[in-house]
């Protein structure tokens, strides 16, 4: 209510400036300045007002203009006096145009803003409550570490690691974790991949394919089997936020019993699973 409230006493303001300039239009000779005084006015009180009171105000100013127009030149057949009328209006409603165009676009752009906003939080408070053991990783500097390598000519990033076996430890450190959800924290203790499974995660990144999967074991004192699936996007902006999904093999196998699967359908069932809990996470 105070910010429309301000709105309407600028726009309140911005009509009393233009009608100044208009008083002063008709009893002081302006040589011309009155139109651009009036743009300027129109520009800077348009900043502070609705899009609504902009074309307010420059229906005002064009009313102003035709007046002045009308009090200044009895003489209808003046064709320059005309030709600088037209001109002045039609900077008037160019200006106007733009002026509404940006507060159209900024508008859009502010709820598009707000609409990312509410999605990020929707995301991550799914991401809390998924049941299923999810990271969020940052891999974006390990994604440009291998972009350089590829830029410098690499083409085979296994062969690349045997003879700089520093790869490893270095993609390594690059990568950051965002978040791991309580599902996670409080079945795992971390993630323990070997070099080899390592390796095949680099090349995934490295050859831009946009799914890996593999087995890892916790990094605890348990020695547990688990199954590592992460999803790539294809939007390369968005490696700061890769979701990392771990299953516990041991505990999906002893639900195959007890549903009674085929080793086939066994498959699929935990494929399935998987992708209900990235929906919810």
Request: one cysteine or more.
């Amino acid at each position: 209510m105070v910010v429309h409230g301000k709105k309407a006493l600028m726009l309140g303001t911005g009509i009393a400036s233009v009608a100044i300039v208009f008083v002063l239009d008709l009893n002081i000779p302006m040589q011309g300045i009155a139109p651009l005084l009036y743009i300027a006015c129109l520009i800077v009180f348009a900043q502070v007002t609705t899009q609504h009171g902009t074309l307010l105000l420059a229906t005002v100013i064009c009313i102003q203009i035709l007046a002045s127009y009308g009090h200044s030149h009895e003489n209808v057949g003046d064709l320059p006096a005309i030709f600088k009328l037209a001109l002045s209006l039609g900077v008037l409603f160019t200006v106007c145009a733009m002026i509404s165009y940006s507060k159209a676009l900024g508008s859009r752009l502010a709820s598009s803003t707000v609409r990312l906003v509410r999605s990020e939080a929707s995301f991550m408070g799914m991401f809390r409550e998924s049941e299923t053991a999810l990271w969020l990783q940052d891999f974006s500097a390990v994604r440009r570490y291998l972009m350089a390598l590829k830029s410098e000519g690499v083409t085979d990033l296994l062969a690349y690691e045997r003879s700089h076996p520093e790869l490893v430890s270095r993609a390594i450190s690059q990568i950051r974790t965002r978040a791991i959800n309580q599902s996670a924290a409080c079945q795992f203790e971390g993630i323990a991949l070997n070099e080899s499974t390592f390796l095949d995660l680099l090349e995934t990144i490295f050859t831009q394919r946009t799914h890996f999967e593999d087995a890892a074991s916790t990094a605890g004192a348990l020695d547990r089997r688990l199954r590592m699936r992460i999803n790539f996007p294809e939007n390369t902006l968005m490696f700061d936020k890769v979701v990392v999904s771990l299953t516990d093999c041991a505990a999906s196998d002893g639900l195959k019993p007890l549903l009674g699967l085929s080793d086939h359908e066994h498959g699929f069932a935990k494929v399935s699973n998987y992708k209900i809990g990235l929906l919810g996470g």
